[in-house]
């Protein structure tokens, strides 16, 4: 069974402060994809990031990275130095492309990320 | 604006009356999701369109619902008989292919009184 698990469910940093996200699948499939979203107050899903399960590759965009690791199936979203602006609710999300799957989105529960100035 | 549009954004309702939502999807894709989304948890897959075929239902769509994508453009859900339970923020996103992201419009926040 497909299952995505986000166990932090609120962090509050000052600005300025490093923050990891953590967030961890489950998927039988060998053909998998990833991704993180962002929701902030006014409530509409921002797409920040899509992997692929068969590329391990960290990536760094501006102030966020994204560490891939297979091996403990985990998909962790970090923002260096956090702004009030970062302030949202984060999904991390699963989709799988097998078993008649047709790329519909499987969401953790999202960590509500506050940073304060 | 090229993004997903929702219409309307709010909607209250009384139990057991009918709603309708419609969705615009970006003009070029040709999937088109349906999700909701109850307060403190992630968007939960209701159903898919590949063009103007509805390919998957989720078991959270009871026969209360039913979603058309008429040409394949825009998309429609409809709750007949709503009930309390219904209350959440339904969600539409659209895509070019599986498996490029899924892009969200803003919602249609439903309270069912």
């Known amino acids: 069974a497909q299952k995505v698990t986000q166990a932090q469910t609120e962090i509050s940093v000052v600005e300025k402060e490093d923050v990891t996200l953590d967030c961890v699948y489950e998927t039988r499939d060998t053909t998998y994809y990833l991704f993180w979203y962002k929701q902030p107050p006014s409530g509409e899903l921002v797409f920040l990031i899509r992997?692929?399960?068969?590329?391990?590759q960290n990536e760094i965009s501006g102030r966020y990275s994204w560490n891939f690791q297979k091996s403990t199936s985990s998909f962790n979203f970090t923002i260096t130095a956090s702004q009030v602006v970062d302030s949202a609710v984060y999904f991390c999300a699963l989709s799988e492309e097998g078993g008649g799957s047709q790329g519909n989105l499987i969401f953790g529960k999202g960590t509500k990320l506050s940073v304060k100035p | 604006d090229t993004g997903v549009s929702q219409n309307p954004r709010h909607k209250i309702t009384k139990r057991g009356q009918n709603v309708t939502f419609r969705c615009d999807p970006i003009s070029e894709h040709n999937r088109l999701y349906w999700y909701r989304q109850t307060l403190g948890q992630g968007p939960e897959f209701l159903t898919y369109f590949q063009n103007e075929a509805q390919l998957e239902k989720s078991r959270l769509l009871s026969d209360r619902f039913s979603a058309e994508r008429p040409k394949g453009s825009f998309s429609t859900l409809e709750i007949q008989r709503t009930e309390q339970g219904d209350s959440a923020m339904y969600l539409c996103?659209?895509?070019?292919?599986?498996?490029?992201?899924?892009?969200f419009g803003p919602g249609t926040r439903l309270t069912v009184l």
């Open positions: 996103a659209s895509s070019m292919t599986s498996p490029s992201e899924q892009f």
């Open positions: 992997r692929n399960s068969f590329d391990e």
